[in-house]
């Protein structure tokens, strides 16, 4: 995985703009590693292959990052990311790594086909 260089990434959400896609959304604050730790919370969320269509998209901030896509009715938002693939099948891949221990925090990820 590559740091994330915003117009790249702003240029991919660009292109995606009222595109039917499959996205996959995960979050995780630590359910991972939570059985070893009893003292943390764990929380997390995971979407994978809904459909979206979004009208608008951006990517803000100034590292980590946040990713905001307007729906017809609502939005999609990610944030915490600072890493992208390069990816050759043509989807948006971006995730969130936690700088202490490299564990994906976040991850957003656009494709006109499954995951």
Do not use: C
């Not at 994906?104 to 656009?110: D, T």
């Amino acid at each position: 995985m590559n740091p994330i260089q915003v117009e790249d990434i702003q240029k991919h959400i660009d292109a995606f703009r009222n595109t039917p896609l499959f996205i996959h959304l995960e979050l995780t604050t630590g359910a991972y590693a939570a059985h070893l730790d009893a003292t943390k919370h764990p929380a997390a969320n995971f979407i994978r292959n809904a459909v979206i269509t979004y009208s608008h998209g951006s990517i803000e901030g100034k590292g980590p990052y946040r990713v905001g896509l307007k729906l017809e009715h609502g939005w999609v938002y990610a944030e915490g990311l600072t890493h992208f693939v390069d990816d050759e099948q043509g989807r948006l891949v971006l995730a969130g790594i936690n700088n202490n221990d490299g564990k994906l925090v976040v991850a957003l990820q656009l494709s006109t086909t499954p995951f």
